[in-house]
């Protein structure tokens, strides 16, 4: 029942941005964070950036001050705008909700590449 659906995401330059979204349905939206992770060829999924049921928003050290995360509950979309894109921001960038447990359901995520 749980769907992920992430969009947005192509080809950018260094210093350019993006902003990509996540459609969420099958859970009650609103009363869970929403995180952003990424996971770069050959490397393990992390953890970007998380926006708590309040609003509240915490970033990785490596996307702070160029990444911006949100939400609308209204619609059950969360959002990362992300600037001054680098070349180690390219990854597969996925969506989930609250703190997902080992078989967890993930989407298809969206992919991100940075090169000149």
């Known amino acids: 029942q749980v769907q992920l659906v992430e969009s947005g995401g192509g080809l950018v330059q260094p210093g350019g941005s993006l902003t990509l979204s996540c459609a969420a349905s099958?859970?009650?939206?609103?009363?869970?964070?929403m995180n952003w992770y990424r996971q770069a060829p050959g490397k393990e999924r992390v953890l970007v950036a998380t926006i708590s049921a309040d609003g509240t928003r915490q970033y990785g050290d490596s996307v702070k001050g160029r990444f911006t995360i949100s939400r609308d509950n209204t619609k059950n979309l969360v959002f990362l705008q992300m600037n001054s894109l680098k070349l180690e921001d390219t990854a597969v960038y996925y969506c989930?909700?609250?703190?997902?447990?080992?078989?967890?359901?993930w989407g298809q995520g969206t992919q991100v590449t940075v090169s000149s």
């Open positions: 989930n909700f609250g703190r997902p447990a080992p078989g967890a359901y």
């Open positions: 099958g859970f009650t939206f609103w009363t869970y964070a």
